[in-house]
């Protein structure tokens, strides 16, 4: 693995460490605003992966795979941002 792949790895576990799943082990789609659980979460760049983008945590949120193979590189306002993420998650909605 490369350099960049290494500094994103640790990136994404650190961003996942710092931002777990509700008791039941679900996050909330940033593109649809749906439940995803984590085993089918992946961690998408709301701005594309350009320079520092790639590892700045505020930059990432959590996605359902097909829903972030649709966004692909566009730039689209998050559903759910990470406060409400976190207050529904403080709240167990």
């Known amino acids: 693995m490369g350099k960049r792949t290494n500094e994103w790895l640790k990136v ?23 439940p995803v659980h984590f085993s089918d979460m992946e961690v998408d760049h709301v701005v594309g992966r350009l ?12 996605t359902h795979m097909l829903c972030n193979r649709r966004k692909g590189s566009k ?6 941002s990470l406060t409400e993420y976190a207050l529904r998650r403080t709240l167990d909605l």
């Open 51 to 62: 320079g520092r983008n790639l590892v700045d945590k505020e930059n990432l949120q959590p």
């Open 12 to 34: 994404r576990r650190e961003w996942v460490r710092e931002n777990p799943p509700d008791h039941q082990g679900y996050y909330l789609c940033g593109i649809c605003g749906l």
């Open 75 to 80: 730039k689209l306002k998050p559903k759910v």
